[in-house]
């Protein structure tokens, strides 16, 4: 595998969210789904596969009627929940700074078009 795919797991916003979820306690499929904000049903289960299949989080059926299906970090999926967290920390810290450079950005184009 190659450290783009690696990074490209664990730096998908969705990925990260679960981890950070994840990081709290085990969830249930639909306990992840109402804590990340957003996200549709097919992402979150393309997203928890995908994380499965990386070896971040495994999945634990328990026999029962209905089934009853708990999502947890691996020892893999916790060592990346202090950088996961860590970048959530950044992103929230930042995000006005982020938009008012798009605002400049948008409106010196929006400038350059009309001439």
Known sequence: MKVSEVLARVGDKWSILVIAALGERPHRFNELKRVIVGVSQR???L???GLERD???TRTVTPSIPPRVDYALTELGQSVLLPARAMGEWALE???T???ARQAFDAALA???KI
Do not use: P
């Open 43 to 45: 992402m979150l289960t």
């Open 47 to 49: 997203t928890v596969r």
């Open 55 to 57: 070896g971040f989080i």
């Open 94 to 96: 930042n995000r006005a």
């Open 98 to 100: 982020v938009d008012a």
């Open 111 to 113: 400038g350059q078009n």
